[in-house]
């Protein structure tokens, strides 16, 4: 029984010796860890220059000054960035002449084109310049 025993207690010393990671093993879960932590710290930096760029390009900011701003470290310009960002709204393209437009703006400043709603004669609900029937009651509009 005794016997049986310790039998057993070999076993699984040789089974974890078996499953123990190796000196090699260890060092290289270091340089596993090690590489992981530095494309982190290029592609962290890296995604949020890309979002950044696109943003700023669809405010109408200037990019290279937000691609600069977003890359200092401890994400303080990327705070700057978000915080000068959040005023300004994203633009939108007039329909004819394709510039592109404060997004509050009345009219197109290159061709006149007008942004402005109308309201339906009938209820009195906003309605695109473009719009044939009134969505809301469908009155025949202009
Ligand atoms: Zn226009
Ligand atoms: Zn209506």
Do not use: T
């Amino acid at each position: 029984m005794l016997n049986l025993m310790v039998y057993l207690c070999r076993m699984i010393e040789e089974v974890l010796k078996g499953w123990l990671p190796s000196g090699l093993a260890i060092a290289g879960i270091m340089w596993f860890v090690f590489a992981l932590i530095l494309g982190l710290a290029i592609l962290v930096p890296l995604l949020i220059g890309i979002l950044v760029w696109r943003d700023a390009e669809r405010r109408g900011l200037n990019r290279v000054w937000a691609l600069a701003a977003a890359l200092i470290p401890n994400f303080l310009g990327l705070i700057a960035y978000l915080i000068v960002a959040s005023q300004h709204k994203p633009k939108i393209q007039c329909p004819e002449c394709n510039n592109s437009v404060e997004r509050d703006a009345n009219n197109c400043f290159m061709c006149g084109h007008s942004f402005v709603l109308a309201s339906c004669p009938k209820c009195n609900k906003a309605v695109s310049p473009e719009w044939k029937v009134c969505p809301a009651c469908g009155q025949q509009l202009e």
